[in-house]
């Protein structure tokens, strides 16, 4: 009995002494050849963290999804960082170092964007929204259509949802504390294991697909450090989730209006993705006038970035972009 209760006590002593790091350096590098600068911009809105990468080049405002920041904007971005762009990576209020008093609304938030903007002296961006992040995209482009000259949103979130609540104090604590230490171990023990689990969360995947999907990734080395990379910015949690508990509070009520965009869009949504339901790509795609979409069967929430079908998509969305590029 003093060993079964032993154990476990010097385990979780050993995780609550073990520091579990997460690298908030503001110049870490993601990925080979993918570098943050983070720095901070304080508009007339309030401060924003955010990322500018390139020199010269039409910009794209790459906005985050939930539990993100301006790390992983910079990181889903980063496939069009070799077509000549500058990539704008903001942190959205609430997360890493932009506080959620510079923007809790819809509304309030593509305000701050457009103040980032002018702070960094930036007329027009092709904005690139992903997941929870595209809401925010949406209304910027609803409020300020003169400043967008093309809309990507890949998996999006167009619909409210009266059922949205935050995480509890219990999941909060659990997340802040031990919660992400034992996350992180288990990703240096088993990779593995955390694919199966996001594939969980973010497919409906039969069995056999989750582990076609969890090979590709484990076997093919740019798709596994992408996803390692992705998976380093998701750490520390407690700094990701006051930003992602308010994008919760605002779907609750959510109501972008989607026919005062105009600028050209396209969607982009998986049919099988488990975390944001297709329906969702179907809604945006039918009110944004003239929207494009492009559907994939096949394909989960990370699809676009994870598939061995990812080509295809990430094509028909450099193609979008160096069309509307051009006619700025």
Do not use: C
């Not at 039409?58 to 762009?85: I, M, N, T, W």
């Not at 219990?170 to 955390?194: D, P």
């Not at 006051?242 to 009520?253: A, I, V």
């Not at 394909?299 to 051009?326: C, K, T, V, Y």
């Amino acid at each position: 009995m003093a060993v079964l209760i032993g154990i476990p006590a010097l385990l979780a002593l050993g995780l609550a002494v073990w520091d579990g790091a997460a690298d908030l350096d503001p110049r870490r590098t993601l990925l080979p050849g993918v570098a943050l600068d983070l720095r901070t911009a304080n508009t007339d809105r309030g401060p924003i963290e955010y990322d500018l990468y390139g020199t010269e080049g039409p910009v794209v405002l790459s906005v985050h999804a939930g539990l993100g920041g301006a790390d992983q904007g910079r990181l889903f971005a980063s496939l069009l960082q070799d077509d000549g762009y500058r990539i704008l990576s903001p942190s959205r209020p609430g997360y890493l170092g932009t506080p959620l008093s510079s923007g809790q609304t819809l509304d309030e938030q593509a305000d701050l964007l457009a103040a980032l903007l002018d702070e960094l002296g930036i007329d027009r961006v092709g904005v690139f929204g992903v997941s929870a992040g595209s809401p925010v995209a949406y209304a910027f482009a609803a409020r300020h259509p003169e400043r967008v000259w093309g809309l990507v949103s890949i998996g999006g979130v167009s619909l409210p949802d009266p059922g949205a609540s935050p995480t509890s104090s219990v999941q909060t604590a659990f997340m802040n504390a031990i919660g992400q230490k034992l996350a992180k171990l288990t990703a240096s023990v088993s990779l593995e294991s955390i694919i199966s689990g996001t594939l969980d969360e973010t497919s409906t995947f039969t069995e056999s697909q989750k582990a076609e999907r969890s090979d590709h990734i484990m076997r093919t080395k740019d798709v596994r450090l992408f996803f390692e990379a992705m998976f380093d910015a998701t750490f520390p949690y407690e700094k990701r989730m006051p930003g992602t508990d308010n994008d919760s509070l605002q779907t609750r009520e959510m109501a972008i209006p989607f026919d005062r965009i105009t600028a050209p869009t396209l969607i982009l949504h998986g049919k099988q993705d488990g975390d944001v339901p297709f329906e969702h790509g179907e809604n945006a795609a039918a009110r944004i006038p003239g929207a494009q979409h492009h559907w994939m069967p096949d394909e989960d929430h990370l699809g676009f970035w994870l598939s061995p079908r990812a080509e295809e998509p990430q094509r028909i969305i450099r193609e979008f972009l160096r069309e509307h590029a051009s006619r700025r």
